[in-house]
């Protein structure tokens, strides 16, 4: 047996009643857990064991993947189904996670920046271009896609006032180097990739830019994040299409 807290990330219906869930946990990274009967009405593990659903979770190992013995609901974030825009970004955000994370690696600081983008989402009033691109840096970064932020790439260059973000090799430039195909930026904007990127992970979302430089940033994360996953995300593509 064992015990741990975590956030259902991932759902999927096997036969008539069962569901087989896919949780992020500090100790243990991604777990795959069996729900017996999730699907009928009574089932008392059904709220808990929901999706985004963060939970006291007990599990035993079976032959192919835990068990859910036992589960009492932290928080369920209701409040996402409120909003279907907002609905789908934690959707994307948890298939990032889902893409990122690895099994049987301790994951507190990933799942630290879910439950933060998730609480944002549900009580906030916060850019959702903030919330999205600090996400998807942060969990990149996690994931081993940490760009080369520190200084221009070919002379070490910290700053100019002008920067280049190259997207497919995730490093930047100073505007004495900019290279074809690097995408131009304010200096502020390389800064706030360094911010979310190196920062605790529970100040990612406190920076502001300007409405065009939240828009070059949300660009920006958002071709590094698909530079890096190389496979087409359903949960992206609904996401953009429903705003």
Known sequence: MTSTKGLVIREQTIGESDRLVTLLTADYGLVRAFVRGAK??????ASSTSLF??????????????VVDNASPVEV????????????????????????GEEEQPSAEMLSVLLNSLHLLCNS?????????????RLLSLGGYMPNILACANCST??????????????????????VGAIPCP???????????????????????????LDLLSDISEKYLLSRI??????????????
């Open 125 to 137: 009033s916060k850019d959702m271009r903030v919330i999205k691109s600090a996400v998807e840096f």
């Open 230 to 243: 190389q496979k087409k995300l359903p949960t992206l593509e609904f996401y953009k299409g429903i705003r």
């Open 77 to 100: 974030f209701f409040d996402l189904r409120k909003d279907i825009e907002r609905l789908a970004i934690a959707q994307y955000f948890a298939q990032l996670a889902y893409e990122l």
């Open 53 to 66: 659903a963060y939970s006291d979770f007990t599990l035993y190992r079976g032959r192919d993947a835990f």
């Open 158 to 179: 910290y700053e100019t006032d002008m920067m280049f973000f190259d997207t497919l090799d995730g490093c930047i430039y100073c505007e004495n180097c900019g290279k």
């Open 40 to 45: 009928q009405m009574k089932n008392r593990l």
């Open 187 to 213: 200096k502020n904007v390389i800064t706030a990739i360094r911010f979310i990127c190196l920062t605790e992970p529970k100040k990612i979302f406190s920076f502001s830019l300007s409405e065009n430089n």
